[in-house]
Nanobody, 125 residues
Framework: QVQLVESGGGSVQAGGSLRLSCVVS????????MGWFRQAPGKEREGVAS????????YYTDSVKDRFTISRDNIKRTVYLQMNNLQPDDTAMYYC??????????????????WGQGTQVTVSS
């Protein structure tokens, strides 16, 4: 069973930056793709970015494409989400997730098998 532990959330003002980290207990066939999702109160969970841990290929939702960067350090078994120019609409609980393959789409939560507990990001205007 893959365990995921997120950290790095917090409160920032609009225009600020945060870096989220997700430590993966082990790289297995279930953690070939690592994704970041977010969920704001009253909204559906949204795929933010995903990365193929072996080759580093990345995927982003349009709203964060020029502001967020997903990366990984395979030696540390850690996946990062660098978030720049944060805006109030980015306020949400952010979750790290692991998937063996992308199937119907990297942005679909049902593709991911394991989830972290989440880390809160709050952006004030």
């Amino acid at each position: 069973q893959v365990q995921l532990v997120e950290s790095g959330g917090g409160s920032v003002q609009a225009g600020g930056s945060l870096r989220l980290s997700c430590v993966v207990s082990e790289y297995t066939s279930s953690s070939v793709f690592m994704g970041w999702f977010r969920q704001a109160p009253g909204k559906e969970r949204e795929g933010v970015a995903s990365i193929h841990t072996p080759n580093g290929r990345t995927y982003y939702t349009d709203s964060v494409k020029d502001r967020f960067t997903i990366s990984r350090d395979n030696i540390k078994r850690t996946v990062y989400l660098q978030m720049n120019n944060l805006q109030p609409d980015d306020t949400a609980m952010y979750y790290c997730a692991a998937a063996p393959y992308l199937g119907s789409g990297w942005y679909k939560s049902q593709v991911y098998k394991y989830w972290g507990q989440g880390t809160q990001v709050t952006v004030s205007s």
